[in-house]
């Protein structure tokens, strides 16, 4: 089969691998009908992550062709969305919600890579979800936002006690980012606040739920939400980003007593003990257990109520990942879609 490895910073390569089969009896193979880039690989992709003859992806949806003989919720046919971290789904971390921590956790990314034409899954009934029905290819790319993109931004949503009546204050405008919006309004929240300087991620910002469009960053887009809200600060923050800078900005617009659900992979983002301990908020967040919500937002999808696909704004073949990559490092595009 072809997939997607990273060889070394900035060398995209689509190269021959060996196709997958079934090892393990709770494992299943799909035929990845979608997948994506996510802005997680662009750390890897410049070199601030290890990225050395990687193997690519982690967002998928597909059709599962093999399957071992111990799994019970799925079939050959099944048309299946999967989350990007492995999980199955039974054990005592799972069944408290967070799927993202399973006893068996391992992420697709590392292990499988999905920008490819078949994967592996492990734990298959605990990773995969079966869709309603064979999905009309116009929902295809709202149901590949659900494997992660989708996932985490609902997570950091409910990570930051997002809820009706409340102020929202979302930190990036990449695909989480605006996906943290959708999930907001979704919820219920009143105000919803994103800064951004881009026009086409300030339109879809709005079209998904934002009031309020800030292109302040830092110091001034926190004085500006504590200006929008009688100098308390946000309910709620969504941090979609993971540097120090924008976690500090996300910590420090929210009000006291207030939650900060981040969801950004963390680089050098450190916390001074001193002001947490005075700042009196929550935090909570990390990778997030997408197999929890995976069912309803599939469902949601599935009756047009939600359609997170808009923030697929470039679809290219697999056989030009490289310049999805680069579209997407030079921010010419916000999320590309690989078809298989």
Same mark, same amino acid.
């Given at each position: ?41 662009? /750390? ?162 709005? !079209? ?11 110091? !001034? ?80 999808? /599935? ?38």
């Amino acid at each position: 089969m072809r997939g997607v490895i990273l060889e070394g910073p900035r060398d995209i390569r689509v190269i021959d691998r060996e196709d997958p089969k079934v090892i393990e009896p709770t494992d299943a193979v799909i035929r990845i009908t979608a997948t994506c880039i996510c802005g997680s690989d662009l /750390w890897p992709y410049r070199g601030e992550d290890d990225s050395e003859h990687q193997v690519m992806g982690h967002e998928y949806v597909g059709v599962v062709t093999e399957i071992g003989h111990n799994i019970t919720t799925l079939k050959v046919g099944d048309h299946v969305v999967g989350s990007f971290v492995i999980s199955d789904n039974t054990c005592e971390i799972c069944q408290a919600g967070y799927q993202s921590k399973c006893v068996h956790a391992e992420f697709v990314a590392e292990a499988i890579g999905t920008q490819a034409e078949y994967a592996r899954i492990p734990h298959a009934d605990g990773t995969l979800v079966v869709t309603p029905g064979e999905p009309d290819p116009a929902i295809v790319p709202s149901l590949l936002a659900a494997s992660d993109v989708l996932g985490t931004g609902w997570f950091a949503a409910v990570a930051a006690q997002v809820g009706p009546g409340k102020t929202v204050a979302v930190v990036g405008d990449g695909a989480v980012g605006l996906m943290g919006v959708l999930a907001a309004k979704q919820l219920g929240a009143e105000r919803i606040i994103i800064s951004s300087r881009h026009a086409d991620r300030q339109a879809l910002a709005r !079209e998904f739920g934002a009031t309020d469009v800030l292109a302040e960053r830092g110091e !001034e887009f926190v004085e500006k939400v504590k200006e929008l809200t009688n100098g308390y600060g946000a309910h709620s923050v969504i941090e979609a980003v993971g540097t120090a800078e924008a976690f500090t900005q996300a910590r420090t617009s929210v009000r006291p007593g207030g939650h900060v659900g981040f969801v950004g992979i963390a680089h050098d983002v450190q916390i001074p003990g001193d002001e947490l301990f005075f700042d009196e908020i929550h935090l909570h967040g990390g990778p997030a257990p997408v197999r929890r919500f995976l069912p309803d937002l599939i469902q949601l999808i /599935w009756d047009r109520k939600i359609d997170p696909g808009k923030v697929f704004d470039l679809t290219l073949p697999l056989s030009e990942a490289a310049e999805g990559y680069k579209a997407m490092d030079e921010r010419r595009a916000t999320k590309v879609l690989l078809t298989v």
